[in-house]
């Protein structure tokens, strides 16, 4: 038991330490044999999104030797300190200093870990938490998209929990702000081919109040994805879909990037 808690303590720090941040001034990150993009967005303090954005890459591919921006002139995060309340959840953590750390929760099993009061976590200086009325959504959006995204989480994940339902907004955000996708949270739901509720006219169903607070929580910032552009159930026969490197897994609810 004292190993296991180690080891969890130990991931947790490691975990924590990423956040998404506004890009800065690019620095250059030579990869090396086992990086990733996922794995190299933690080391910088950023998403995989932010980094394929930055070096205008249209997959997460990459090679030894290849030589990439990454943002904050190439400084690798130091963290601060944060110690654990009675009652405090990890996820509840998460939300407050660092959404894009969820993925990396679950990628590690540790979406149900165990924390301890007093027990010390790293987390992220670049994003403190922010008071609630200096809050901004990470896109603008009007009470037509908000129905919207709500009807469309509803649709695509009613009865799964909360982390899936807020992946599944995110995910349309992730969308938006791509350059392989329309720039409108409307736009991204109605491209063809792409939802099934939206073919089968489920998207017209309105949304439970749970929906729509999943659909707020990823408008301001949840992303327990990590920046991916996909999401399918763990069902589906999609050969295309199961080839997706896959980003994060919550609930029967699977995120994962382009090739």
């Known amino acids: 038991m004292k190993k296991l808690k180690k080891f969890t303590a130990a991931v947790l720090l490691a975990v924590l330490t990423c956040s998404p941040a506004a890009p800065a001034a690019a620095g250059i990150h030579t990869i090396q044999p086992g990086d990733s993009l996922y794995s190299i967005s933690l080391k910088y303090g950023t998403t995989l999104h932010q ?16 030589k990439i921006k990454v943002p904050g002139n190439g400084k690798l995060i130091k963290p601060l300190k944060y110690i654990l309340m009675p009652g405090e959840k990890l996820y509840q953590i998460t939300l407050q200093f660092n959404p894009a750390a969820q993925a990396a929760i679950a ?12 027990q010390v976590l790293k987390v992220s200086p670049r994003t403190e938490p922010a008071s609630r009325s200096s809050r901004r959504p990470v896109i603008p959006y009007t009470k037509e998209d908000l129905d919207l995204l709500s009807r469309l989480i509803a649709a695509e994940s009613r009865g799964e929990p909360q982390i899936g339902q807020i992946g599944v907004g995110a995910v349309v955000i992730n969308r938006v702000q ?25 998207i017209n169903r309105p949304a439970p109040d749970y929906c729509v607070q999943a659909a707020k929580k990823a408008l301001y910032g949840a992303d327990p994805t990590n920046g991916a552009l996909f999401f399918f159930d763990t069902s589906t026969s999609s050969r295309f879909l199961r080839s997706l490197p896959v980003a994060a897994k919550h609930g029967n609810l699977i995120f994962a990037y382009p090739k």
């Open 51 to 66: 980094l394929m954005e930055l070096n205008q890459l249209n997959s997460s591919s990459i090679t030894p030797g290849q």
């Open 107 to 118: 990628a590690n099993g540790l979406s149900e870990a165990v924390i301890y009061p007093s």
């Open 178 to 202: 791509s350059p392989l996708f329309p720039n409108s949270i409307k736009d991204v739901i109605y491209q063809p081919s792409q939802f099934g509720p939206v073919r089968t006219g489920l």
